[in-house]
């Protein structure tokens, strides 16, 4: 069978789009700072404090983007090769897995790129060191950090609400909403 055939021709002309862009996403080290540390840089020269904040705030999209499209790529691969080895249970629980990825990565990068592209202007300047006012983005800043690390926890346990998951269906349901609370 053809990729066409199982996901439908639309979403089968993005698989060689995918597999291009993951064949240049190449090995990046991303190194982030320590609140301790970046908290003493910041006090001692807030110019770098913004250029690092930024900076951080890029690697954890970089991050964010490629980790979803290496995860939709291995759900798509599992899909097709179920496909040539009927197993309808397997097939069924890669598909299942494939829409509950895009639903995790629709409810960040519904409005990530957005939100990167209205501040470029303070982007740009934070890296350079010519920003004139400190400037943060909680909202940008927690959206990233729920992608990466947002867990189940325990009933009744105090953690930033970032790090919190929600439930699948709360997931799910950003594919139908216009609603962006993270």
């Known amino acids: 069978m053809e990729p066409a055939d199982i996901l439908g021709p639309a979403a089968a002309s993005h698989i ?6 993951l064949d240049g996403i190449g090995e990046h080290k991303y190194e982030f700072m320590s609140p301790g540390e970046f908290a003493i840089v910041a006090k001692d020269d807030w110019l770098e404090g ?13 991050f964010a983007a490629a980790t ?3 995860r939709t790529a291995r759900w798509v691969d599992a899909m097709l ?18 829409l509950e990825a895009a639903a995790d990565s629709y409810h960040t990068f519904r409005f990530v790129p957005g939100m990167l592209a209205d501040f470029h202007t303070v982007i740009r300047a934070a890296l ?6 400190p400037t943060l983005f909680k909202d940008l800043e927690d959206a990233l950090i729920h992608f990466t690390h947002a867990g189940y926890v325990a009933k009744g346990e105090q953690v930033d609400p970032a790090v919190r998951a929600k439930q699948t269906t709360d997931y799910l349901k950003s594919l139908t909403t216009e609603s962006v609370d993270v």
Do not use: M
């Not at 350079?128 to 006012?133: G, L």
């Open 68 to 70: 979803s499209l290496i």
């Open 128 to 133: 350079a060191k010519t920003i004139e006012q």
């Open 50 to 62: 913004q250029r690092i904040y930024w900076l951080e705030i890029l690697y954890r999209a970089h």
């Open 81 to 98: 090769a179920l496909s040539d080895n009927p197993n309808l249970t397997a097939f069924s629980s890669a598909y299942r897995g494939c």
């Open 16 to 21: 060689p789009i995918i597999a291009d862009v």
